[in-house]
């Protein structure tokens, strides 16, 4: 099966700095690769996603990377500020013709922006 | 976003007792549903994929009959912990998407303690 890895476990960065995550997956059969944010007793949230056709993708401060020959992805947030401070998460997964997708997570990343 | 309803949010219960989660798709049919269990600090772990209509498919190490799983309509799975025991205590989280694959909508989670 599907098997995760996620670093660093933990980031601390200064406001208005950049925090990177990086994860590698195993299975070359993976076509999704979604980010969440979770935020302590709540679910989590869809941050960015990006799919195995394409390389990069961006919304505003937020970028994730994806090399498909490495099996690697990463999560990139510019311009931090002290409300992205929570346990970020990647996942993969190969997604299911009957909706929806088995998600595979990384061990997630608590980020800690400070003042 | 789609809408995914998870009831109740919280639980606290006996050991031995049995205890039953409810997980909705509000606005959408979901065919596929899929359960996932967190320890604190740690990330999500699959359970189960439920299936409509049909039994649930079950990770490695879960038990099916200790985690009963029932998908009876198409935006209804309900995840049954049976016989629950301290070790038990987890946050409990489903989620569920539209054919074709694409984003996971999640449910709020359950926090079950068992005493």
């Known amino acids: 099966g599907e098997n995760v890895e996620q670093h660093p476990s933990t980031l601390s960065v200064q406001e208005g700095d950049s925090a990177v995550i990086k994860c590698t997956y195993s299975d070359s059969a993976s076509n999704y690769f979604p980010w969440y944010k979770q935020e302590l007793g709540k679910r989590p949230q869809l941050i960015i996603d990006?799919?195995?056709?394409?390389g990069e993708k961006k919304d505003q401060r937020i970028a994730v990377t994806l090399n498909k020959t490495a099996k690697h992805f990463s999560l990139h947030i510019t311009e931090t500020q002290p409300e992205d401070s929570a346990v970020y998460f990647c996942a993969a997964s190969r997604g299911v013709t009957g909706g929806g997708n088995k998600l595979t997570f990384g061990t997630g990343t608590q980020l800690k922006v400070e003042l | 976003g789609a809408v995914v309803s998870q009831h109740p949010s919280r639980v606290i219960c006996k050991s031995g007792t049995s205890v039953k989660i409810e997980c909705r798709s509000l606005?959408?049919?979901?065919?596929?549903m899929f359960w996932y269990r967190q320890f604190p600090k740690q990330s999500l772990m699959l359970m189960a994929t439920?299936?409509?209509?049909?039994?649930?498919?079950?990770e490695q190490g879960v038990e099916k009959d200790k985690f009963l799983i029932n998908h009876a309509s198409l935006t209804l799975s309900t995840l049954t912990v049976t016989s629950a025991h301290p070790e038990d205590s987890s946050f409990y989280i489903c989620s569920a998407g539209r054919v074709g694959g694409g984003e996971a909508f999640f449910g709020q989670g359950t926090r079950l303690t068992v005493v």
């Open positions: 990006i799919r195995s056709n394409v």
């Open positions: 606005d959408f049919q979901a065919t596929t």
């Open positions: 439920s299936n409509e209509g049909s039994k649930a498919t079950y």
